[in-house]
């Protein structure tokens, strides 16, 4: 849901499952095509995925709060 809110331009909506300083670093790039490179098995209410992003890689901090995954973090990768 957070990268398609992305390339829709909707903030509003990639706030409902990221974290406001998630959504600030990804919306700092323009929306490019990605891929899902697949989520890690949760652990103790957190997982990592990945994510190609045109050339480059980004990965995901997720953690489970009140009933579902939510982005806490973002880093992007070249």
């Known amino acids: 849901m957070l990268f398609a809110a992305w390339r829709a331009g909707d903030r509003v909506g990639a706030l ?9 670093t990804l ?5 490019q095509p990605y891929s899902n490179r697949d ?6 209410g957190r997982s990592y995925c990945a994510f190609g992003v045109g050339s480059g890689l980004v990965q995901l901090l997720t953690v ?6 939510l982005v806490q973090s973002l880093v992007f990768e070249t």
Not at 16 to 24: E, T, Y
């Open 64 to 69: 489970y709060v009140d009933g579902g995954w």
């Open 27 to 31: 919306f700092a790039q323009a929306p």
């Open 16 to 24: 409902k499952v990221a974290s406001a300083g998630a959504v600030a």
């Open 39 to 44: 989520c890690q098995t949760g652990i103790d």
